[in-house]
């Protein structure tokens, strides 16, 4: 039976919300999500497919995604940063949330909402100097989405954060590295102009004695000149 839906721009409180979360839950994808790394400790096993169109019948509100976030449920924190109000997320209310990350899928996604809530620049310096793993990932995740979705950005801003990626190149832990790798490869491919600083850089790290940033460098290699790459890079 396919799920049920709420009606369009339902008003649903908290407790719906979990209600509804649990009546579509999956031991199916929980099983899934723990195979990809994902904390499924508290988790009801909703995927993406299906919280993505809820999140945007319940339309965006700030103080309910705050409330969704407290919960500690994966899926309710998943819609908190699909429906919070970037204008009024501050970078306490983002560091908050940071300390509470415990999977790189609530990285990644929150990341997303900090970079459109115009932290980047106050934030992403912040958490790559933090120790904590996914903390320090969701730096390289906001400058690899920014690289992307930040159109406007001058180009000056994203390869200012090469030196970051270089001092955090050697960090093996796993989640770390991946998304330094990932930002790296990003900036390379925004345009001409990144791309020349991106690969430069990656070609260092290619002959590192350092494993982890040999690693990084060698896989950044590989993309950014492939002749695909290459070819869209030359467009834009």
Known sequence: MAPRRPPENADYVV?????????????????????????TAKAFGVGNALLRPFAKTLGRNHERALDL????????????????EPARVSTDQARAMAADFNSWEIV???????????????????????????????????????AVHLKKEPDATLTGYLPLIEKHAADPRNFVRKAVNWALRNIGKRNPACHAPALELAEKFATSKDKTARWIGKDAVRELTDARTMERVSRK
Do not use: C, K
């Open 108 to 146: 990644d996604h929150a990341a997303d909402l900090f970079v459109d809530a115009g932290h980047l620049d106050g934030l992403a310096p912040e958490f790559a100097n933090d120790n904590r793993e996914f903390v320090r990932r969701a730096a390289f995740a906001m400058i690899a989405i920014a």
């Open 69 to 84: 976030w407290q919960t500690g449920y994966r899926e309710a924190r998943l819609l908190a940063i699909f429906t919070d």
């Open 15 to 39: 407790a719906d919300i979990l209600a509804w979360l649990e009546e579509h839950g999956s031991s199916e994808n929980l099983a899934g999500m723990a195979r990809f790394g994902i904390d």
